[in-house]
């Protein structure tokens, strides 16, 4: 029978490894799953939730983009999925109250920003981490 080995890793630490029956993720092509057995492939992650469906349930962790790699394991009939991204939680492990003030002090500073300029970008991208840090932890 063909198992899938499922890693999701941040430059920080390995969040997580583990044998699942599935790896469900969101693209820049759209959403995906890997089942085993998936064929080799190499993609983006955007910022979202990407969940592990284990036989004790789903796992899921608020991902702010990074690349996803699936492949043969190491032992026959193995399939490897492995999630590098370049921030990442348990949505389990979220810190509501400071993803609430992250998102207040973003909204500020976006609207001090002035348009076009570097800031105004650098507040958007936290107002969106702080947005799916928020949805992730509220499912």
Same mark, same amino acid.
Request: hydrophobic letters at 45%; a negative charge.
């Given at each position: 029978?063909?198992?899938?080995?499922?890693?999701?890793?941040?430059?920080?630490?390995?969040?997580?490894?583990?044998?699942?029956?599935?790896?469900?993720?969101?693209?820049?092509?759209?959403?995906?799953?890997?089942?085993?057995?998936?064929?080799?492939?190499?993609?983006?992650?955007?910022?979202?939730?990407?969940?592990?469906?284990?036989?004790?349930?789903?796992?899921?962790?608020?991902?702010?983009?990074?690349?996803?790699?699936?492949?043969?394991?190491?032992?026959?009939?193995?399939?490897?999925?492995?999630?590098?991204?370049?921030?990442?939680?348990?949505?389990? %492990?979220?810190?509501?109250?400071? !993803?609430? /003030? *992250?998102?207040?002090? #973003? @909204?500020? =500073? $976006?609207?001090? &920003?002035? +348009?076009? %300029?570097?800031?105004?970008?650098? !507040?958007? /991208? *936290?107002?969106?981490? #702080? @947005?799916? =840090? $928020?949805?992730? &932890?509220? +499912?």
């Amino acid at each position: 029978m063909a198992t899938l080995n499922v890693e999701i890793l941040s430059p920080e630490a390995a969040l997580w490894t583990g044998t699942a029956s599935a790896l469900m993720a969101r693209s820049s092509e759209g959403n995906f799953t890997v089942l085993p057995e998936h064929t080799a492939t190499v993609g983006d992650v955007v910022s979202s939730v990407v969940r592990v469906q284990t036989d004790e349930g789903e796992i899921a962790f608020a991902v702010h983009s990074g690349f996803f790699q699936v492949g043969k394991g190491l032992e026959p009939d193995t399939t490897l999925a492995t999630v590098l991204a370049s921030v990442a939680e348990r949505t389990t %492990e979220i810190d509501v109250a400071r !993803a609430q /003030a *992250a998102k207040d002090a #973003a @909204e500020s =500073r $976006l609207a001090a &920003a002035t +348009k076009g %300029e570097d800031e105004e970008l650098l !507040a958007y /991208a *936290a107002l969106e981490r #702080a @947005e799916l =840090r $928020l949805s992730a &932890a509220a +499912k």
